[in-house]
Every structure is written in C-alpha cells, then in structure tokens.
C-alpha cells in the first residue's frame, strides 16, 4: 500500500492524512474483494524497516492502526471477514498486540475473505523465524532432518494457512518487492501501478485482476503442455 506520504503531499497536507487516506481506500478494497469473491487478502501495512521513520510517523501510524481495530473489527466481523496479522507482534505495544488478539479471536470462525495484516513484517523475518522453530522442531525430536521438504518447512511461514498469492499489487510506481512475501511469491503475478495507495479503489483492483487474467501462468511448464495441444 505505497504511496500514502506522497498523495498528502500532493495536497500539502502532512503526512498522517495520507495514511488516513490510506486506511479509507483499504476499506473500499478489503470490501470489493468480498464483492469479487477473492478469498484472502494480505495487505503490507508497517514493515520490519518501518521502525526506521521518524518517531513522529511511527506514531501517528501506531495511533491509526488503534483506531482503525476498534473502529473496524466488528464491523468486518459482521461482514464475515476473518482478520490475521503476520509479523513480529512483540515489537508492538501490548495494548496493540491485546487488540490484534482479540480481533483474531473475534473473526477466527469467518470465511467471506480472509485479510492478512502483515504489520512488523519482513519476507526475510519470517523465512529465518521458520527456520528457528523448524530447527527448535528437530532439537524436540518432533522432525527428521533428512525429511524435511518445501511443504514441510512452509508449515512454519507466518501464512502457513494460506495459499500462496496469486497476484501481489505494488501501488505508487515502485517496482520492487521490498521484503514482502518473498518464499511465497516464488509464482505470483506482479503487477504494478504509478496510481498512489489512497487513489487505488474499485476500479483499479478490477483493473489489476483483469490484467492477471490475460496472464498465461506457466509455473514451470511450457504453454504446449498446459494447454495439451499437439508439441506437448
Ligand atoms: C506506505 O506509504 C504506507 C505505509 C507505511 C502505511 C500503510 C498504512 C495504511 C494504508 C493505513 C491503513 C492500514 C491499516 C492496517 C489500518 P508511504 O508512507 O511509504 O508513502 P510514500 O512512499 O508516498 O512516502
């Protein structure tokens, strides 16, 4: 969700209006994902190099993400959406780390669309804290070294439950991962847009998933063999 900073600045309006801003589109999409029927949703919200902003950023951003869980949760809940967040929660205060749990815990049954909030979350974190469980695992004897596989070690991602993303959509003209989803984006479509987060509404997700459309995924094989025609 790029682009919030820029978008106020364009308005000459400090920065925390864009992420509120931000917070608004979310909800336009989080909602026409239900509409489209997409299963689950994972937005980036705070990166692990997040931390790095100034103090004053990092503040007002905590305060929205407040807000925003005692403003929303219930109303996704009666909307049927189920609520996760991945990251390292403990970097959080415990306030905010109480209203994570309760959302999750209030949403755990729900089954419309499931949005994955990745807050204090880095592809590179969640690759090296599987591995520090997948290796606590074996010390407890619970896994065999020699048996372990791709499956097996997905098992211990922060999206374990869910499947890997088809698209991944990068709003506000970079064209980077930037430590997103890295293990899980192995087959992904990327797409990207100049549009900037607080801009990116119903019209532009449609956008997005016809594009994805017209992609021929190929995940390895040739087009012959997945279209079974006769140079298969
Ligand atoms: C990146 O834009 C955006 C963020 C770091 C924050 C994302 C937060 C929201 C969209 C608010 C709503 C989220 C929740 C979960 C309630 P940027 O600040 O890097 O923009 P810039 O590149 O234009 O400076």
């Given at each position: 969700m790029d682009g919030n900073g820029r978008w106020a600045k364009k308005r000459h309006q400090p920065r925390k209006l864009g992420h509120r801003a931000g917070q608004k589109a979310l909800r336009a999409v989080v909602e026409h994902c239900v509409r489209r029927g997409i299963g689950t949703l994972t937005v980036f919200a705070f990166s692990s190099e997040n931390w790095g902003r100034p103090a004053h950023e990092i503040s007002n951003l905590m305060e929205l993400f407040l807000r925003a869980l005692d403003k929303e949760a219930s109303e996704l809940h009666q909307n049927g959406v189920r609520l996760r967040f991945i990251g390292d929660k403990t970097g959080f205060t415990s306030t905010l780390q109480e209203k994570m749990l309760a959302a999750e815990t209030l949403t755990a049954n729900n089954t419309k669309l499931v949005v994955n909030i990745a807050a204090n979350y880095g592809g590179r974190w969640d690759i090296t804290q599987a591995a520090r469980?997948?290796?606590?695992?074996?010390?407890?004897?619970?896994?065999?070294?020699?048996?372990?596989?791709?499956?097996?070690?997905?098992?211990?991602?922060?999206?374990?439950?869910?499947?890997?993303?088809?698209?991944?959509?990068?709003?506000?003209?970079?064209?980077?991962?930037?430590?997103?989803?890295?293990?899980?984006?192995?087959?992904?479509?990327?797409?990207?847009?100049?549009?900037?987060?607080?801009?990116?509404?119903?019209?532009?997700?449609?956008?997005?998933?016809?594009?994805?459309?017209?992609?021929?995924?190929?995940?390895?094989?040739?087009?012959?063999?997945?279209?079974?025609?006769s140079d298969a």
């Open positions: 469980r997948m290796a606590q695992s074996f010390a407890d004897g619970k896994l065999v070294s020699g048996e372990i596989d791709e499956q097996q070690f997905g098992n211990f991602l922060a999206l374990a439950e869910s499947p890997d993303p088809d698209l991944f959509i990068r709003t506000g003209g970079e064209m980077r991962i930037s430590n997103f989803l890295l293990w899980q984006s192995a087959y992904t479509e990327f797409y990207f847009t100049p549009v900037l987060w607080p801009d990116f509404d119903e019209h532009e997700l449609d956008q997005a998933i016809t594009a994805f459309q017209s992609r021929e995924r190929r995940f390895g094989y040739t087009s012959e063999q997945l279209t079974g025609s």
